[in-house]
């Protein structure tokens, strides 16, 4: 099986020495210090390193690879995470290699007729930070920058065993390597996962792949067909029956990203495996050219030489991320791995990176860490079960076939999109337009999910249970007495 090498961070993407200027949890830093294992180097392990460096720990990060990098694809950084990137110092960093998309569109595959729009130009204002469009390599990079003055980096380091009650972890060369505390963020394919359910979560196939590409843009500014896609940052969306195409403009809107969900036909689950872009072009040949929007898809395809593709796998909500020695815990995708329907992947682990880091800050004593990982699970496992359900429920909107369900799934965003057109023109005052299919344009939905903040969220937590059942020293006698 062919796979893609690393991809390079963009040049504006770099953060290097600006968390050594930056505090986190003002200024707190916990008083009992933790060795930390994290085991995983992605998105959800490097931003779990930084936080916990931030809070005061030790932290020792293990990576099986020989080298850093991430693969050829865009991701989205939603209100929900770019507040936490902001407040950790890279805002400016975001602004330069990212862009801000202006709204998302949903087309009809066959005509290209728009159904739905929900304009994204207010997202600051209505949730209190943007939204951004980022290669995923650039925001590697950031996270990667920010956790380096913590982290003591172990590359080639493949953990094969865990003693859960040490607790240690034992690397593919026999080493042993003894902390406090192991974080596995080790991904779908989860060795820590193993450790502390003592099974592997099953992996459930949706009958989805999808194919990944990336063009340059200066390839459609040339053509007055395809240049709106760049002048007007919209995030486009096609959906056709058992399958949909989203694309949006990365790196400052001089790459085009491309992503094509369509039937599986036996691809494998990896993020690096190669496609064939001939194959791709077949599989969405049924998009037919029926509009000028359609040959422009046509067109975008014809453009890509090579392309990812990625067998999507559902896996359902665990019942417990810690272990029963409270000296193991998951986060990220090796507790709760998302569809990309929703683009909330990255973003939980990031959430939940921030949410650990804020409550072991309070960690004055060793009787207090079981405590705060529960409350670490109690806060966390919810909202990502959650968003994976939405996750789920958008394959559905988006694949359905032609007939009476696709026309009322129409029907309905483009009532909800002329709702959102009259207020865009100051007609009418605010509508929920709760329940509406694009869940773009459902305010309830999208409060819940773009205004979250992980570290008020972790406060809250603190002062409401918290600082009552474990704060100060007095309280201490009456924990262990428990244990």
Same mark, same amino acid.
């Given at each position: 099986?062919?796979?893609?090498?690393?991809?390079?961070?963009?040049?504006?993407?770099?953060?290097?020495?600006?968390?050594?200027?930056?505090?986190?949890?003002?200024?707190?830093?916990?008083?009992?210090?933790?060795?930390?294992?994290?085991?995983?180097?992605?998105?959800?392990?490097?931003?779990?390193?930084?936080?916990?460096?931030?809070?005061?720990?030790?932290?020792?990060?293990?990576?099986?690879?020989?080298?850093?990098?991430?693969?050829?694809?865009?991701?989205?950084?939603?209100?929900?995470?770019?507040?936490?990137?902001?407040?950790?110092?890279?805002?400016?960093?975001?602004?330069?290699?990212?862009?801000?998309?202006?709204?998302?569109?949903?087309?009809?595959?066959?005509?290209?007729?728009?159904?739905?729009?929900?304009?994204?130009?207010?997202?600051?204002?209505?949730?209190?930070?943007?939204?951004?469009?980022?290669?995923?390599?650039?925001?590697?990079?950031?996270?990667?920058?920010?956790?380096?003055?913590?982290?003591?980096?172990?590359?080639?380091?493949?953990?094969?065993?865990?003693?859960?009650?040490?607790?240690?972890?034992?690397?593919?060369?026999?080493?042993?390597?003894?902390?406090?505390?192991?974080?596995?963020?080790?991904?779908?394919?989860?060795?820590?996962?193993?450790?502390?359910?003592?099974?592997?979560?099953?992996?459930?196939?949706?009958?989805?792949?999808?194919?990944?590409?990336?063009?340059?843009?200066?390839?459609?500014?040339?053509?007055?067909?395809?240049?709106?896609?760049?002048?007007?940052?919209?995030?486009?969306?096609?959906?056709?029956?058992?399958?949909?195409?989203?694309?949006?403009?990365?790196?400052?809107?001089?790459?085009?990203?491309?992503?094509?969900?369509?039937?599986?036909?036996?691809?494998?689950?990896?993020?690096?495996?190669?496609?064939?872009?001939?194959?791709?072009?077949?599989?969405?040949?049924?998009?037919?050219?029926?509009?000028?929007?359609?040959?422009?898809?046509?067109?975008?395809?014809?453009?890509?030489?090579?392309?990812?593709?990625?067998?999507?796998?559902?896996?359902?909500?665990?019942?417990?991320?810690?272990?029963?020695?409270?000296?193991?815990?998951?986060?990220?995708?090796?507790?709760?791995?998302?569809?990309?329907?929703?683009?909330?992947?990255?973003?939980?682990?990031?959430?939940?990176?921030?949410?650990?880091?804020?409550?072991?800050?309070?960690?004055?004593?060793?009787?207090?860490?079981?405590?705060?990982?529960?409350?670490?699970?109690?806060?966390?496992?919810?909202?990502?079960?959650?968003?994976?359900?939405?996750?789920?429920?958008?394959?559905?909107?988006?694949?359905?076939?032609?007939?009476?369900? @696709?026309? =009322?799934? +129409? !029907?309905?965003?483009? #009532?909800?999109?002329?709702?959102?057109?009259?207020?865009? *023109?100051?007609? %009418? /005052?605010?509508?929920?337009?709760?329940?509406?299919?694009?869940?773009?344009?459902?305010?309830?939905?999208?409060?819940? @999910?773009? =205004?979250? +903040? !992980?570290?008020?969220? #972790?406060?809250?937590?603190?002062?409401?249970?918290?600082? *009552?059942?474990? %704060? /100060?020293?007095?309280?201490?006698?009456?924990?262990?007495?428990?244990?």
């Amino acid at each position: 099986m062919a796979t893609h090498e690393p991809v390079a961070a963009h040049r504006a993407a770099s953060a290097e020495g600006i968390s050594l200027h930056t505090q986190l949890y003002d200024g707190r830093k916990a008083s009992h210090r933790l060795h930390v294992l994290v085991v995983g180097c992605g998105m959800g392990g490097l931003a779990a390193a930084h936080c916990l460096g931030q809070a005061g720990h030790k932290v020792t990060l293990f990576e099986s690879a020989a080298a850093i990098g991430e693969v050829g694809a865009g991701i989205q950084v939603t209100p929900n995470v770019s507040r936490l990137l902001r407040r950790w110092g890279v805002g400016d960093a975001l602004e330069s290699v990212a862009v801000r998309p202006d709204a998302i569109v949903l087309r009809k595959y066959d005509t290209g007729e728009r159904v739905a729009y929900t304009s994204w130009a207010d997202m600051e204002r209505r949730y209190g930070s943007p939204y951004y469009h980022i290669h995923r390599a650039d925001l590697h990079k950031l996270l990667f920058d920010l956790a380096v003055p913590y982290m003591d980096l172990r590359l080639k380091s493949s953990v094969v065993a865990v003693d859960p009650d040490a607790p240690s972890v034992t690397l593919a060369t026999g080493e042993v390597v003894h902390g406090d505390l192991i974080v596995g963020a080790d991904g779908i394919k989860s060795t820590i996962q193993r450790v502390v359910l003592g099974h592997t979560n099953p992996a459930e196939p949706t009958g989805d792949a999808v194919y990944r590409a990336i063009i340059p843009s200066h390839l459609l500014l040339k053509d007055p067909e395809l240049k709106g896609f760049i002048d007007i940052p919209e995030m486009t969306g096609w959906m056709g029956p058992g399958r949909h195409i989203m694309a949006y403009n990365i790196r400052a809107k001089k790459e085009f990203n491309i992503v094509l969900a369509h039937p599986d036909d036996g691809s494998v689950e990896s993020w690096t495996a190669e496609g064939s872009a001939d194959k791709m072009r077949a599989d969405f040949a049924d998009f037919e050219p029926r509009s000028a929007l359609l040959t422009s898809i046509r067109k975008l395809l014809s453009f890509v030489n090579s392309t990812l593709k990625w067998r999507l796998m559902d896996r359902q909500p665990l019942k417990k991320w810690i272990h029963p020695s409270y000296k193991v815990i998951l986060l990220g995708d090796a507790c709760h791995p998302m569809l990309p329907y929703r683009a909330q992947g990255a973003a939980m682990a990031i959430e939940d990176a921030a949410v650990l880091g804020n409550l072991l800050s309070r960690l004055q004593h060793p009787a207090q860490l079981r405590g705060l990982l529960q409350a670490y699970e109690d806060l966390r496992l919810p909202r990502t079960a959650e968003t994976q359900r939405q996750s789920r429920l958008n394959q559905k909107i988006f694949h359905l076939p032609d007939g009476p369900e @696709q026309e =009322a799934r +129409d !029907a309905q965003m483009r #009532a909800a999109m002329e709702i959102e057109l009259k207020l865009l *023109r100051g007609e %009418g /005052g605010e509508a929920t337009l709760e329940g509406s299919p694009n869940q773009w344009a459902d305010r309830k939905k999208n409060e819940a @999910q773009f =205004a979250y +903040d !992980a570290d008020a969220e #972790a406060e809250r937590w603190w002062r409401e249970v918290g600082e *009552r059942s474990l %704060g /100060g020293a007095d309280k201490f006698e009456s924990v262990l007495s428990k244990l």
